[in-house]
């Protein structure tokens, strides 16, 4: 039997060990479910390229919910079967199946599907960035490449990348010789990159008029730190942030990528976990104080995803912190 490079990495009936496995792989949600729980199925098969995953899930129940912003995930979506709506602050895509469209990766994401199945490719946005930089004749920088959600920029291309998509689940994920291949994975990585960046619309192949984007300044990064730092206690979006920095929201994102390498709610994720880490080690919990009770009083609702960051920014588990 020919291996395939393309693998089950989850098959459940299990509504909440399906999106705890979401969670770690996508980004966290809060999200309520209908429809007949006792016919569940949820499933996810992947074909790992390194820094790039091309996954199919299938998810029978209907969604409604929002998803945290990516960060340093890329993703781009094929709809198979079902129905599937996302809508960013400043977009909105309703899809059918055959529809293909991207995310943006820096927003919070309000998102509702039903009885869906749908191929997805994720990639570390950091390899798309170098990959467009040597691809422009720039390699020296690396340049923020951002992408708005939306469909592909023409029909033609739209097919282009289908038809990319099927020779790499098909001709190279059941080639053994070819996904045993670092040089050969290498040039499907940037084969794959390249055709992404020409497909879906995105900051990293364009420059936009200077009148429709003035670059955010280092006093407004400043700005917006500050403003995070002093309420990070509060319910503040990107919105709120980009408001107080006195820039806007797609100004701000590309200037913490330039200054901090980092996204503006990634810098805020991170005041958070310095905070709840401080809580941690002046607790005492003899009196009664929780790891869970102090997560979610900076903002952090689901456990796993919690102990995750936090070991790793502190090389501990947040309970052996609050042990002392």
């Given amino acids: 039997m020919t291996e395939s490079l393309m693998r089950l990495h989850i098959r459940t009936r299990d509504p909440d060990e399906a999106h705890d496995w979401l969670r770690g792989a996508y980004a966290d949600h809060k999200v309520s479910l209908s429809g007949p729980s006792t016919a569940f199925e949820f499933s996810h098969s992947v074909a790992d390229l390194g820094a790039a995953k091309i996954g199919v899930a299938r998810h029978t129940m209907t969604l409604r919910g929002t998803w945290d912003p990516l960060d340093d995930i890329l993703l781009f979506s094929h709809l198979l079967e079902g129905r599937f709506t996302i809508r960013s602050p400043t977009s909105e895509v309703a ?20 009885d869906i199945r749908m191929a997805q490719v994720r990639i570390q946005r950091s390899l798309v960035e170098r990959v467009a930089a040597e691809l422009l004749g720039d390699d020296r920088h690396v340049h923020p490449v951002s992408f708005d959600l939306g469909r592909p920029l023409s029909p033609s291309k739209a097919v282009h990348w289908k038809r990319l998509l099927q020779y790499i689940t098909g001709d190279v994920a059941k080639n053994p010789a070819a996904h045993g291949s670092p040089l050969v994975m290498r040039q499907v990585q940037h084969l794959l990159i390249a055709s992404l960046l020409d497909t879906f619309p995105n900051s990293g192949t364009s420059d936009p008029p200077r009148s429709s984007h003035t670059p955010a300044s280092p006093d407004a990064v400043r700005r917006a730190m500050v403003f995070m730092e002093e309420h990070a206690a509060q319910d503040i979006d990107l919105t709120a942030i980009a408001r107080a920095a006195h820039v806007g929201p797609r100004a701000l994102q590309r200037a913490f990528r330039r200054a901090m390498d980092t996204t503006p709610l990634g810098y805020l994720r991170s005041v958070r976990l310095d905070h709840a880490h401080d809580d941690l080690r002046a607790a005492d919990p003899s009196d009664g104080a929780t790891v869970g009770a102090i997560a979610s009083r900076w903002g952090f609702g689901h456990p796993g995803r919690f102990a995750a960051d936090y070991r790793a920014r502190f090389r501990r588990s947040p309970s052996d912190t609050l042990r002392g």
Avoid: N
């Avoid at 899809?95 to 039903?114: K, N, R, T």
């Fill in 95 to 114: 899809a059918g199946p055959g529809d293909l469209f991207s995310y943006d990766p820096d927003v919070q994401m309000a998102v509702e599907w039903h």
